[in-house]
């Protein structure tokens, strides 16, 4: 069966980034996305993704902030992939603490061009792993 993701990024750049990754894989399919966590919000509700890739630097509602409300209305799953959550730093142990199932830093700041060839692998992995799917 395969899963439903949603991408969630204030740069459009990164989002379109994110969904070339993600939709490589046959066993996921991008159902949405959003670039603020306010929007996130709204979509879930009609999206019911089984996974959620989320940024925390955004405008109108964070990434942090949307974490703890998502938490409260959906099942999904979610996983931080960010520029301020680097390995090891106090916002990965936070987002960690707030039910993130994994977080992943941007390679090379907030509009990370290379994420695909530096982190792609390393993002698939970790969706498959963490929506239970065989690698």
């Known amino acids: ?3 439903r993701v949603m991408v969630v990024d204030d740069s459009m ?3 379109t980034l994110l ?4 939709s490589a894989d046959t066993d996921l399919n991008i159902v949405g996305d959003a670039s603020d966590g306010e929007m ?3 979509k879930v509700k009609e999206l019911k993704p089984d996974l959620i890739l989320l940024d925390i630097e955004m405008p109108k509602m964070n990434g942090v902030e949307c974490l703890k409300r998502l938490k409260l209305m959906s099942p999904a799953k979610v996983i931080i992939i960010s520029s301020v959550a680097q390995a090891g730093s106090k916002m990965a142990s936070d987002v960690r603490s707030l039910g993130a199932a994994d977080v992943i830093p941007k ?3 907030a509009t ?3 994420i695909k060839a530096k982190k792609g692998h390393e993002i698939t992995k970790t969706v ?3 929506l239970g799917l065989a690698s």
């Open 1 to 3: 069966m395969t899963k």
């Open 112 to 114: 990370s061009l290379d």
């Open 128 to 130: 498959r792993k963490v």
């Open 40 to 42: 996130a919000l709204k």
């Open 19 to 22: 969904k070339d990754i993600v």
């Open 107 to 109: 390679p090379s700041g």
């Open 13 to 15: 750049i990164m989002r």
